[in-house]
């Protein structure tokens, strides 16, 4: 990985809240228009580590670079238009249709006197499109399920038409059908627009299935980094996880590790380094 393909940049990075740090001297770097998960138990730091790469967080040391530029120096409005956030669910405090809701992904690129240009309407009318919303026009954003103003945050997101897009839990108020459409999107994005796709996942499953690259979080530092079958063998599900693999099958924790498997001790916690790839994206699903 060269200087000049890292989009994301993570070096020796700790913060918290106060005068507790909750991530700790965590080194990630990120290729751009590559695609990854971050997982990890409950508390393990996942949601703290995208306020701090989003800068709603200032790191307590280390460095963050976006696009070779210090985070740190950049202002909002810069790194809104470097890095797309889909939060798990956002309460809207006013009235707003879905398609005014999906425009405030163009705010960053506007002329703040001038307001949306004919390119920022068809690029919101494309989002909507792509995310499947159509249906959803002229409704209030409130008044939706919880799983509709999800794809609506999403929308927002294709809008806003950054290099990195970031998301936490996008699939958590999703049925499975949609669910699917939603990392096919992903993808589609990563293939077809270069786009550098990070997201926190709970279901390691939909992770493995779905993203080629497993960044593993465990009490604030990054313990794995690789393919999904060396991030996520059965060692580090047993370690990580604390959770016996063959009550998860399906998964490449349950394949004979190297780890494992030179060692008569099945639930041996003996580290491994980290491995990381560059990862072949596969093909997205044009909607």
Same mark, same amino acid.
């Given at each position: 990985?060269?200087?000049?393909?890292?989009?994301?940049?993570?070096?020796?990075?700790?913060?918290?809240?106060?005068?507790?740090?909750?991530?700790?001297?965590?080194?990630?770097?990120?290729?751009?228009?590559?695609?990854?998960?971050?997982?990890?138990?409950?508390?393990?730091?996942?949601?703290?580590?995208?306020?701090?790469?989003?800068?709603?967080?200032?790191?307590?040391?280390?460095?963050?670079?976006?696009?070779?530029?210090?985070?740190?120096?950049?202002?909002?409005?810069?790194?809104?238009?470097?890095?797309?956030?889909?939060?798990?669910?956002?309460?809207?405090?006013?009235?707003?249709?879905?398609?005014?809701?999906?425009?405030?992904?163009? %705010? *960053?690129?506007?002329?703040? #006197?001038?307001?949306? &240009?004919? +390119?920022?309407?068809?690029?919101? =009318?494309? /989002?909507? @499109?792509?995310?499947?919303?159509?249906?959803?026009?002229?409704?209030?954003?409130?008044?939706?399920?919880?799983?509709?103003?999800?794809?609506?945050?999403?929308?927002?997101?294709?809008?806003?038409?950054?290099?990195?897009?970031?998301?936490?839990?996008?699939?958590?108020?999703?049925?499975?059908?949609?669910?699917?459409?939603?990392?096919?999107?992903?993808?589609?994005?990563?293939?077809?627009?270069?786009?550098?796709?990070?997201?926190?996942?709970?279901?390691?499953?939909?992770?493995?299935?779905? %993203? *080629?690259?497993?960044?593993? #979080?465990?009490?604030? &530092?990054? +313990?794995?980094?690789?393919?999904? =079958?060396? /991030?996520? @063998?059965?060692?580090?599900?047993?370690?990580?996880?604390?959770?016996?693999?063959?009550?998860?099958?399906?998964?490449?924790?349950?394949?004979?590790?190297?780890?494992?498997?030179?060692?008569?001790?099945?639930?041996?916690?003996?580290?491994?380094?980290?491995?990381?790839?560059?990862?072949?994206?596969?093909?997205?699903?044009?909607?």
């Amino acid at each position: 990985m060269t200087e000049r393909d890292v989009i994301l940049d993570l070096a020796g990075v700790s913060g918290g809240y106060g005068r507790h740090d909750v991530i700790h001297e965590v080194d990630l770097r990120v290729r751009a228009g590559e695609r990854l998960a971050i997982v990890g138990p409950n508390g393990a730091g996942k949601s703290t580590l995208l306020r701090l790469v989003t800068g709603l967080l200032a790191p307590t040391a280390g460095e963050i670079h976006v696009g070779g530029q210090p985070l740190r120096g950049l202002s909002r409005e810069a790194i809104a238009r470097r890095i797309a956030v889909v939060p798990q669910l956002a309460s809207l405090p006013f009235s707003a249709r879905v398609e005014e809701v999906v425009a405030l992904g163009r %705010l *960053p690129h506007e002329d703040p #006197l001038r307001g949306p &240009r004919p +390119v920022d309407r068809a690029i919101v =009318a494309d /989002a909507i @499109d792509r995310v499947g919303l159509g249906r959803l026009i002229g409704r209030d954003a409130r008044e939706l399920s919880l799983g509709e103003r999800q794809l609506v945050l999403l929308a927002v997101a294709v809008a806003q038409a950054a290099p990195i897009v970031i998301l936490d839990e996008p699939t958590v108020h999703l049925d499975i059908r949609h669910q699917v459409e939603v990392m096919d999107l992903l993808a589609d994005l990563n293939v077809r627009e270069g786009r550098t796709v990070i997201a926190v996942l709970h279901d390691l499953h939909l992770a493995v299935r779905t %993203l *080629p690259r497993i960044v593993v #979080l465990d009490a604030g &530092r990054l +313990v794995a980094d690789g393919p999904p =079958a060396e /991030a996520l @063998d059965a060692d580090r599900i047993r370690d990580v996880f604390g959770v016996d693999p063959a009550v998860m099958p399906d998964g490449p924790w349950s394949r004979p590790t190297r780890r494992s498997s030179s060692r008569p001790s099945a639930g041996s916690t003996e580290p491994t380094g980290s491995t990381e790839t560059a990862p072949t994206a596969p093909a997205g699903t044009a909607r």
